[in-house]
């Protein structure tokens, strides 16, 4: 049930579409709405699109954006209004006055913009060709739709003003004069014989289209004849030696049997035209429950009666393989409709349950069909909803591009793109998973070879792909394929989003991308499917938001327990819930052996480098004997936790999202649940130099570049950066203690930690930085990594390198700019400045200067106006000695930045 307002604003809408006027269009869009009905702005885009969601308004996604009410657009213009999503009001408008649109020859077939597009084309390419159209030989399994497609394409003429309004359509069923050639001689070229002189169908039809329906009936000397006629529009009565009569019938030819068994090659390649209609299966579902509604809605009409149907009923319809095609649902579907009218008293309401289906239907149920007769509220035809699939999909697709476009043009964070990407993403699962029905039989082939590859490739690459991503990508993948060409069209319009976002995550998630190619790559060898590249693009952001989660927050949640799939569908259910994929499970069943799950869960975890948590949920207490067999697994805190419900791990996951220690979490959740719980840890906290700089984290950072140079990849060290002021405050001082082991700090500035070493910069640039790195390394290095360490320090940590590696500006110009600054301050100063304080100081303007020009936010110092005011002469020699760089790079010093040369120098002796 709508709540009122979103009532008022739909009555609203459909009342302004009932009256449409494009001059006033300002009356469709939300602000207007808003201001109208004076309903919070945001409220109103909010119903709005949820009614579009749900296929009751269209949406055209211009500046502004406006909203009408699909039924009375349909009714005014008398159309078929299929999609929910325009680009712009022209787009919309080409559609209701497109005569293609319109229910008239080819608008009636369901499926004309989809599967029988093709089809379409070809035979309107044929009946338009001058002067007389050309031949075409319409080719299908029988009921897909071939007379019908014929009689169509006459419509179409007429319609287009090809042939007369007067002529006719003329149909010859060839099966009928499978055995007697000459009597279907007779009646299509006339005879003039025996005293009978009659006109055939082809004088008849001057003008008309005649219709050859089974033609794998003609027989070779019935073609040779016609073939005569098709080179140059002449032909003979029969029995009419010396006269040729001409007609401009144009043909068009059917048969169930491929081209080449049905035709000589002769009359073959007169007809420049063959067209193949798809078999009912080859077509999209939504193609399919159209055709249902449609013929559904031909009964209704038939009888007189307000049709209402269960969702069984529709659903058993769309599962069921038809063999007949169109022509058998057809037939189905007024076979129900006559079971129900035997069986109803009611005058006005006609209802049909799957009882009323034919007997082979419901014999046939191989597909899951979830939804029972009666368990649900009966539709009624007139008010069904077709299923908008394809915008409600490609609207999803449209927001996730939209999304990742904000984040290209900096809106919004890397993070952020993900999180609101994922939400996109879920919202099309919900769609696919809970809305629509599947033929479970294509579906569970998807899930097989899905399941497979997924084992593989978890094996392989260590990722994480949970058991609800291959049920969802599974429909999602058929989905795509029976979407295939919509959604093409849709891809050819945001092409170029498409590419830029791949380029971005292949650029920024390469693992994510290698996992995923494999993955594709599967598929195409098992399925034959190209996963397209919104497949591609979700494929890529699932498996980094199924793996991200567990990095963010350090721990790996392990749910194991006895039976079939308890453990998978808690773990699902939760990770659903928290929105999080914190946990994974481990199903065992109950003959398992506690060493075998530790076995697996060793290799598990060893598998998942990277997190210092595991938290093992379990359901048994025999199963807490499984930490010990753990324990030489190093570095990482193992918490168990016994007699797990989907409560308790809902619980623990929200505090592991909450970042909560570990050790204080379980203790506190065992005592409300009263469970047992118990940490092992085998942590040996990894040595880390950390790299800090007051400058800011990216000089920080590139110190860091440069250090890393002297490690071999395989480093048992860890460098970790660090923001300066963070690591001052107390709190942040503790947890880096606890959570490294922290060798020594490396930066611009020293932090001052008591019982940790510090190499400063100048040190580093001096060479003094190299005297004491034995000392700190002996631990942890070999004699050759350090000496390695040594050299490579040396090589990188000239002054010139560092200046460069520092700032983006020209560094030689700066550095001499920089150097001469500082000579005329010592000068001005009368001092000499040690070499420390001199190469400190170089580092420092460099990266001033670099600040200053982009433009930086730069910090005050406190006390900064009253220093200025009472140091007078350093402020004036600083002045003077900074003169020309202030001048050549367009800057101005800042007060704060005066404050610290003085502090540095003041220095100069320590
Ligand atoms: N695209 C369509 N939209 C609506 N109705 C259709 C469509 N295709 C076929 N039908 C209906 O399905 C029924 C079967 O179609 P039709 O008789 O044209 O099939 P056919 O291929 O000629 O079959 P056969 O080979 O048995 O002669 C017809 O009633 C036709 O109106």
Known sequence: MYVQTKKELLDYIEQCTMDFQTEALHRYSANYISREKNISRNLVSQYLNELVKEGILIKINSRPVYFMHRKSLERLYDVKVTKSLFYSIDELMEMLLRSDYCQKDFGKAIGNQLSLSYSVEQCKAAVRYPPFGLPILIVGSTGTGKSYFARLTYEYAVNNKLIDAASNFYVINCSEFKNDSDKLGRLVFGENQDGEERKGMLEMADGSILFFDEVHNLAPDFQERLFIYMDNGRFQRIGEKDRWRASSARLIFATTKKPEEALLKTLLRRIPFVTQMPDLEERSLNEKEELIIFFLKKEAKRIGREVYFSRQVLNILLNYVYKENVGELENVIRMSCAAAYLNSTDDVKLQIMSYHLPATLLSDIKASVEVEDGKEPLIYLADFQRDVSMDRMTSLFDDLLNTFLKYAENEISFEKFLEAGMEHIYAYYDYIVFERCYSDVKVKAIIKVLSSVFEEITDKYAVVIPANCGFVLSRSIYTITQFYASLELWEKRRLEDLNHCLEWLHSKLPQETAVAAEVSSAIKGNLDLQLNQISEIFLILNIKAYNRKLELNDTLGIIISHGYSTAGSIADTCNQLLHFNIFNAIDMPLDTKVSEIALKLKKYILGHAGYRNILLLVDMGSLEEIGKELEDIPNIKIGIINHISTQLVLEVGSRILQRQPMDKYLEEVCKEVHSSCKIISTERKIPTILFTSELGNEA???????????????????????????????????????????????????????????????????????????????????????????????????????????????????????????????????????????????????????????????????????????????????????????????????????????????????
Do not use: W
């Not at 490294?740 to 400063?760: A, E, M, N, Q, R």
């Not at 000239?798 to 590696?805: I, R």
């Not at 200067?849 to 930086?856: P, Q």
């Open 700 to 910: 920080a950072e590139r110190i860091m570049k440069l250090f890393q140079h002297g490690f071999s990849e395989k480093r048992h060290i860890n460098l970790v950066l660090y923001d300066y002021y963070e690591l001052l405050k107390n709190q942040e001082i503790a947890q880096v203690f606890s959570k490294y082991h922290i060798v020594c700090v490396v930066g611009t500035l020293d932090p001052g930690f008591k019982d940790v070493p510090f190499i400063s910069l100048d040190d580093l640039v001096t060479n003094k930085g190299t005297a004491y790195l034995e000392k700190i390394f002996v631990p942890y290095l070999t004699k050759k990594e350090i000496d390695f360490l040594e050299e490579k320090i040396v090589e990188n940590f000239s002054l010139q390198n560092v200046v460069e590696s520092l700032t983006i500006l020209n560094a030689d110009t700066l550095l001499s700019f920089v150097v001469n600054a500082v000579k005329r301050l010592q000068a001005l100063l009368k001092c000499d400045l040690n070499n420390k304080t001199i190469i400190g100081l170089y580092v420092h303007i460099c990266c001033l200067v670099e600040r200053l020009v982009t433009k930086a936010v730069i910090e005050a110092r406190p006390g900064e106006k009253e220093f200025i005011r009472k140091e007078k002469q350093f402020v004036s020699y600083v002045n003077s000695a900074f003169r020309e760089i202030q001048q050549h790079y367009k800057i101005q010093l800042p007060d704060g930045e005066i404050v610290f040369l003085y502090e540095y120098i003041s220095h100069n002796e320590e």
